[in-house]
Structure formats: structure tokens, C-alpha cells
């Protein structure tokens, strides 16, 4: 049972837009900010997005993030097949004094 | 470039013990905490410690606190996780990765392989 919750899975088409949701608490999420992770399976994670919504270099602005109160989202415009991937939301939690994840939402570009 | 690069992982007996090293490159080690993240088979990311840039203060997650210790060697870029007592629940994909300051993974290595079994 992850500390934070996700969907297990997600699916659009080409060309449309996902968002991906990922849900805490006030000592987690309300407190702290939210990174994202991509995953295609078989390979270490990938940073897509930090303090909840910034971009490491390098990452297309078709990846996006924002945050309201205990909830953050991952929004993906533009689908490409390549986006086929696990997603993970990660952030601190201050109660726990660890670092706690989502379960990870597979995204299924049909 | 930026690498970290796992080593150390195998194949362990229930109750067994093993070393896992991650050696940095490409940028200053000591600058920067450090941290174990695994990946069980089929499931999601899992925090397991980390570590301050000057070797002190560590962290661990209840799973592996008391079993797993993390150090580190600046003098030699290099991290370790020494795991003991290790169980079957501990079979997983190790990665070594560096944390931004608000814990943000931004650089991962390609992971070493645990696995627990008798």
C-alpha cells in the first residue's frame, strides 16, 4: 500500500492529452513538492518534472505539472507512442521523515 | 557526462549478507546527499536510504532500518549499501540516485540486482 495514491492505469490516443492524477496527505504532498518519473520498463526512472512543476533540461513542454492542496497531476499533451511508460509521483514526507512514492499509473497510448 | 553506475548485486540465501557500491562520476560527489532506491519485481519505487554529503546523517525506511546500513567514500565517489539479515521481500532492482534538494531524483544509475532465495 503506497503512502501516495494513483490510478494503476491510463490511456488516450495520439495526439490527445492524459493527465495523470496523485493524491497525499498534508504532511507529504501539502507540505512538500511533488517530482514525476517516467519509467519505460526494463530501465532506471527518469525525472520529468520537479518542485511540482518544473522541467529538467531536456524534457519537452508537453510534460507538465501542478499541485493544489494535498494533490498533484502529471499532464502529457501532444500522446506519442513513445510516451508508453510508468509514471511515479515521489516527494517527502515530513511525518514519516522518508521520501514516499505513488504506485505508479501505466499509461497506454492506444 | 553525469553517471552513477550499481555493482555488488547476486544472488543471496535467506539471512545473508551482501555489499552494494555506486560509483559517481561527471560531477561533485561531495556536494550532494545521496540515495538507495529498489524496485521489487512488478512493483513500484521504494525510498530505502540516504545519506548526507559529509557521511553523516542517514536515513532509513522502517523496511530496512536496523538491516541495511549506507555509508559513503567522497575520496572515492563512491556509495554503499550493506545489507544483512536479508529476506525474500528484499529481491529487488537497487538504484543508486542523487537527490535534488527537495528530494527529486535526478540522476539514476542502471540499477544492480538483488535476489533473495534459497
Known amino acids: 500500500q503506497s503512502v501516495l495514491t494513483q490510478p494503476p492505469s491510463v490511456s488516450a490516443a495520439p495526439g490527445q492529452k492524459v493527465t495523470i492524477s496523485c493524491s497525499g496527505s498534508r504532511s507529504n504532498i501539502g507540505s512538500n513538492y511533488v517530482a514525476w518519473y517516467q519509467q519505460v520498463p526494463g530501465t532506471a526512472p527518469k525525472l520529468l518534472i520537479y518542485e511540482s512543476n518544473k522541467r529538467p533540461s531536456g524534457i519537452p513542454d508537453r510534460f507538465s505539472g501542478s499541485k493544489s492542496g494535498t494533490s498533484a497531476t502529471l499532464g502529457i499533451t501532444g500522446l506519442q507512442t513513445g510516451d508508453e511508460a510508468d509514471y511515479y509521483c515521489?516527494?517527502?514526507?515530513?511525518?514519516?521523515?522518508?521520501?514516499?512514492f505513488g504506485g505508479g499509473t501505466k499509461l497506454t497510448v492506444l | 557526462q553525469v553517471q552513477l553506475v550499481e555493482s555488488g548485486g547476486g544472488l543471496v540465501k535467506p539471512g545473508g549478507s551482501l555489499r552494494l557500491t555506486c560509483a559517481a562520476s561527471g560531477f561533485t560527489f561531495s556536494d550532494y546527499y545521496m540515495s538507495w532506491i529498489r524496485q521489487a519485481p512488478g512493483k513500484g519505487l521504494e525510498w530505502v536510504s540516504h545519506i548526507s554529503n559529509s557521511n553523516t546523517y542517514p536515513k532509513y525506511a522502517d523496511s530496512v532500518k536496523g538491516r541495511f546500513t549506507i555509508s559513503r567514500d567522497n575520496a572515492k565517489n563512491s556509495l554503499y549499501l550493506q545489507l544483512k539479515s536479508l529476506r525474500a521481500e528484499d529481491t529487488a532492482v537497487y538504484y543508486c540516485?542523487?537527490?535534488?534538494?527537495?528530494?527529486?531524483?535526478?540522476?539514476w544509475g542502471q540499477g544492480t540486482v538483488v535476489t533473495v532465495s534459497s
Open positions: 540516485a542523487r537527490p535534488t534538494g527537495d528530494f527529486a531524483f535526478d540522476i
Open positions: 515521489g516527494t517527502w514526507d515530513t511525518g514519516l521523515s522518508a521520501v514516499v
